[in-house]
C-alpha cells in the first residue's frame, strides 16, 4: 500500500474542496452564459456591446491573473466601498472574500464568457418552426422558453458544456497559487514536507482523470436525454 | 461544511454584517504566515505554534480580549489587514518606514539580525558583488530581505523568489540555490538546526541599514485601531517585567 | 537615448509604483513569457505532427501509447504537470551530478518541458480531428493518380489538415499564453511574475496586476489578428464564393 505519511484525510479534503469549488462555479459560470448569450442576441445596442465587452477582457486575460487581481484586488475595492460607508455613516460592515468566494467568481466569470458563445450558438441552432409552433398552441412566452427553447437548445450545448466542464475542472487547480486548499495545494504541501514530489502529485492527477471520466459519462447519459427525438438522425 | 461556503458565497449579495460596538476593545483575529520556524509554525497535527503566537496568546490575556489566530500568506498579508480580514498581524513583520506607511506598529517585541546561509563547502565568505555575481540567490517574496538582495545585488546575481521559507529550502537542498538571504533564527532552525552539518551561516548577521532592517519584528494594526495598539503596548511592558516574555524566549531560542 | 531615458523619467517622477526599476521588471518578463510560450509552441508543434499521425496508427503499439499520452496530458491539470518535472526531476538519484542538471537546475527549463508536453498532446488531437476530416475525395483522387500512402499524406493529406487546423490551433496558442502564467509559481520572472513582485513590494494589487492583464490582452490579440491574417490567405479557397 502507498504511503500517504498521514496525508490521506487532508488530500481527501481537498479533493472535495476541488469538486465544490467545480460545481459552484460551473453554476455560476451556466448563470452567466445564458445572461451573456441573451445579451449578445438582444436587440439593445447597449446589451449587445457590454456582453461583447465582458467576453473579449476574459478571453485576453490569463486565469491566474484574473483571479490574483480580484482576489487581492477586489477585497480592496469592496473595501473602499464600506470604508466609506463607516466614515460617513458609521456603519461597520465587513464582507470577507476569502480564497474559495474569490474563486468561485474568478473562474464562474471566466467561464461564463466560453458558456456564452455555446449557448448563443445553441439557441441560434433551435428551428425557428419549432418555436412558432409552441405560439401557436398558446404557449406563453416563458413556458415556449421552459418546454420548447431550452430543451432543444441544450442539445445542441451539451457538446460545449461538457468541453467547458473538462477546462474548468483544471482550472480549478490554479486556487491553490492564492491559497486555497485544495487537493493540489495539499498534495505540494505534503510533498514538499515529506520530500516525495510523485506520491501525491500522481494521486492528484489520478483524481482529475476520475473525475473528467465519470462527468464524461454523466454528460453522455445527459446527451441521450436530450436527443430524444433525434435518436435515429445520428 | 459545503453549507457554510454556499453561505459565505452569498456573502456578496447580503453582506455578512460584523456587528460592533464602537471603540471598545472587541475580540480580534491575528493573522500569521506559516511555516517560518521557530517564530511560527504548525506541530505535526496541525496545532499552530512558536514564538509569536505563545507571546500573541500571552499578550492577549494581558489585554484581556479573546484572540482568534488566522493563517495568511505573506504577500498578501499587509492588505489583508487594510481590507479588515483581520486585526493585527503578528508574523516576524520586521517594523520599517515604508510598511509605516500603510500600518500602525507596536513597540518591537524581538529583534533579531538577517543572515546569508549557504551550503557547509559553498565557496562565499563574505556575501558582497563580487561574491554573489551570477549567484541564484533565493528570498520569501515581499519580505525587506527580498528588498534588500533585490536593490543590491539583483544586477548580477538571480533572484528567485518563494511564497514560503519551506519553498525555498526545498530548492537549497536541491541544489538549484547558492544562498539564500532569511531572518537569523528561521534559518538556523530550518537550515542548521534540522539539517545539520550541511549548511552553515555566511558572513556577519546583518541589522544594517535601517532602512531596510529597519526596528526589530512589531505587531502591525490599522492606522486607525490606536487604542489596541497601546493596550497591546502597555501588556508587552507589564509581562516583559514579571517575566512572562523571559519564559517564551527561553523556549523558543535557549538562554 | 539619453534623451528618452530622461523624458521618461520625468513621465515617472511622482509615480512610486511604476519606476524604470519596475518597469524593466515588467520588460523582461514580457520578454521570458513569449520565450517561454514561442519555444513551446514551436517543439510542441513538431512533435505533434509525427504524434497526430502515429495515434491513427493500425499497430496498437503505436496508438495507444500516444493516446495515453494525450489522455494523460490533456486530463491532468497545466500545474501539477509542472510540480510533477519541476520538484520531480530533482529526486532522480544523482541527477545533480550529470550534464543534465545544468540545464535542469534553473527553473526555465522543466517549466519549458512541461508547457512543451502539454501543448503537444492537444495539438497533436486537434491535428487527429483535422486529419480524420479529411474529405473522402481528396483521398480517392490521390490514389486515382497512383501516389503510394507516404506521398499522399505529405502531399495532400497534411497540407489541407492544417488549414483545417488552423483555427483551433489559434485558440490553443492563445491558451498557451495564458497557461504560461503559472510559471510565476516556480520562480520564474515572467509578466506574472513581475506583477506579483511589484504587488508584494508596494501593496499594490491593482496597479500591479491591471498593468500585466492590459500586457496579456494586447498579445492576445497580436495572435488573434495574426491568425485571422492566416486563415484569410490559406482558407481563402474555401470562402463562398461572392457575386
Known sequence: MIDLHGYGPRLLEGALVTIELAVLSLILAIFLGLLTASAKMSRSWLLHRVGTLYTTIIRGVPDLVLMMLLFFGGQIGINMITDWLYDQFNIDIFININEFVAGVFTIGLIFGAYMGETFRGAFLAVDSGQIEAGRAYGMTQSLVFRRIRFPLMMRHALPGLSNNWMVLLKTTALVSVIGLSDMVRVAAEASKATREPFTFMIIVGIVYLLIASVSEWGFARLQKHYDTGHAEAN | ?255 | MDALMNGLEQLLAGNSIFTLQTLGYYGEGLVTTVQLVFLSLLIGLVLAIPLSIGRGAKRAWIRLPIFFFCYVFRGTPLLVQLYLIYYGVVFVDGIQDTWLWLILEKPFVPALVAFTLNTAAYTTEIFRGAIKSTPKGEIEAARAYGMSQRLMMRRIVMPSAFRRALPAYGNEVIFMLHASAIASVVTIMDLTGAARFVYARFYAPFDAFFFAAAIYLCLTFAILYFFRYLEKKLLAHLKPATG
Open chain 2, 1 to 255: 461544511m459545503t453549507f457554510k461556503k454556499i453561505l459565505s458565497l452569498g456573502v456578496l449579495g447580503t453582506a455578512m454584517v460584523a456587528a460592533t460596538a464602537n471603540a471598545e476593545v472587541r475580540d480580534i483575529r491575528i493573522a500569521v504566515d506559516v511555516p517560518y520556524e521557530p517564530m511560527e509554525y504548525r506541530t505535526p497535527d496541525g496545532e499552530l505554534t512558536g514564538f509569536d503566537i505563545d507571546l500573541g496568546n500571552a499578550l492577549c490575556a494581558e489585554v484581556g480580549i479573546q484572540c482568534e489566530w488566522v493563517v495568511q500568506g505573506w504577500d498578501g498579508i499587509i492588505p489583508g489587514l487594510m481590507a479588515r480580514k483581520y486585526d493585527v498581524i503578528m508574523s516576524s513583520m520586521t517594523i520599517n518606514d515604508q510598511r509605516r506607511e500603510k500600518v500602525l506598529f507596536s513597540d518591537p517585541y524581538i529583534t533579531p539580525p538577517s543572515a546569508w546561509f549557504g551550503p557547509a563547502d559553498s565557496a562565499v565568505e563574505t556575501p558582497d558583488t563580487d561574491a554573489l555575481k551570477g549567484m541564484t540567490v533565493g528570498v520569501q517574496r515581499g519580505t525587506l530581505q527580498d528588498n534588500y538582495a533585490t536593490d543590491l545585488y539583483g544586477d548580477v546575481a538571480d533572484i528567485n523568489r518563494y511564497a514560503t521559507a519551506d519553498d525555498m529550502v526545498l530548492d537549497m537542498d536541491s541544489g538549484r540555490l547558492d544562498i539564500v538571504f532569511l531572518d537569523y533564527p528561521i534559518g538556523k532552525s530550518t537550515l542548521l538546526d534540522s539539517d545539520a552539518g550541511n549548511y552553515r551561516v555566511i558572513g556577519e548577521q546583518i541589522t544594517e541599514p535601517k532602512e531596510y532592517f529597519g526596528d526589530g519584528f512589531g505587531m502591525a494594526f490599522r492606522q486607525r485601531d490606536e487604542d489596541l495598539a497601546n493596550a497591546f503596548n502597555e501588556a508587552l511592558v507589564t509581562l516583559k517585567d514579571n517575566g512572562t516574555y523571559e519564559e517564551i524566549y527561553t523556549t523558543y531560542f535557549g538562554e
